[in-house]
Nanobody
Framework: QVQLVESGGGLVQPGGSLRLSCAAS????????MGWYRQAPGKQRELVAS???????NYLDSVKGRFTISRDNPKNTINLQMNSLKPEDTAVYYC?????????WGQGIQVTVSS
């Protein structure tokens, strides 16, 4: 059974840090493009960061220099290190795996940045 499970979300103060993880099962992530998306209330889901099988990364402009995506193929996991968090980073964060016509989504995890 294919599954993506996110962890590491929660409430953090502005300027703080969180590390999200996404554990995959039922398939091997090494040949997939992996990504983190987010959706804030009343807004469309947007791509935050992605990493292809070669390790090349891509980031949403507003998170460049603050967020870092990484993949750990032996652990079949990807991570998103989020530093210098801002209230506008508040959203539900989703993990996605994509290869050709196949795509899988996690259930999402809440990240709230507030004092």
């Amino acid at each position: 059974q294919v599954q993506l499970v996110e962890s590491g979300g929660g409430l953090v103060q502005p300027g703080g840090s969180l590390r999200l993880s996404c554990a995959a099962s039922g398939f091997t992530i090494s040949s997939y493009t992996m990504g983190w998306y987010r959706q804030a209330p009343g807004k469309q889901r947007e791509l935050v960061a992605s990493i292809i099988s070669s390790g090349s990364t891509n980031y949403l402009d507003s998170v460049k220099g603050r967020f870092t995506i990484s993949r750990d193929n032996p652990k079949n996991t990807i991570n998103l290190q989020m530093n210098s968090l801002k209230p506008e980073d508040t959203a539900v964060y989703y993990c996605r795996a994509q290869r050709a016509v196949y795509q899988y989504w996690g259930q999402g995890i809440q990240v709230t940045v507030s004092s």
